[in-house]
Nanobody
Framework: VQLQASGGGLVQTGGSLRLSCAVS????????MGWFRQAPGKEREFVAH????????YYADFVKGRFTISRDNAKNTVILQMNTLKPEDTAVYYC????????????????????WGRGTQVTVSS
């Protein structure tokens, strides 16, 4: 399986970006998806998760109300819409998927995911 994240860039405080993660090499619909981020000198942290059915979405507290995760099963893509961006959102953003179909569990743990994309850089200027 391959996960390819895109859509990062440089944006001013208060701006928006739309990240996409295209999945190839296996079926997309039966798999939950997550987004994580890692800032320089910091550990990778959970951002958002969407269940395989799309009926459940979960967010880190620091992005609630600003970020929205969704999935387009027709395009094998998971999307992270990021609004009202802050300088502290600056990081490399990674999409990830668990190995098992129909997986549910500790979605906030990076160890729950086995497949990762390369990441896309998001920089928010003040």
């Amino acid at each position: 399986v391959q996960l390819q994240a895109s859509g990062g860039g440089l944006v001013q405080t208060g701006g928006s970006l739309r990240l996409s993660c295209a999945v190839s090499g296996r079926a997309f619909r039966p798999y939950a998806m997550g987004w994580f981020r890692q800032a320089p000198g910091k550990e990778r942290e959970f951002v958002a998760h969407i269940t395989w059915s799309g009926s459940g979405t979960y967010y880190a507290d620091f992005v609630k109300g600003r970020f929205t995760i969704s999935r387009d099963n027709a395009k094998n893509t998971v999307i992270l819409q990021m609004n009202t961006l802050k300088p502290e959102d600056t990081a490399v953003y990674y999409c990830a998927a668990p190995r098992e179909r129909y997986w549910s569990g500790d979605y906030y743990r990076s160890t729950s995911y086995t497949d990762w994309g390369r990441g896309t850089q998001v920089t928010v200027s003040s």
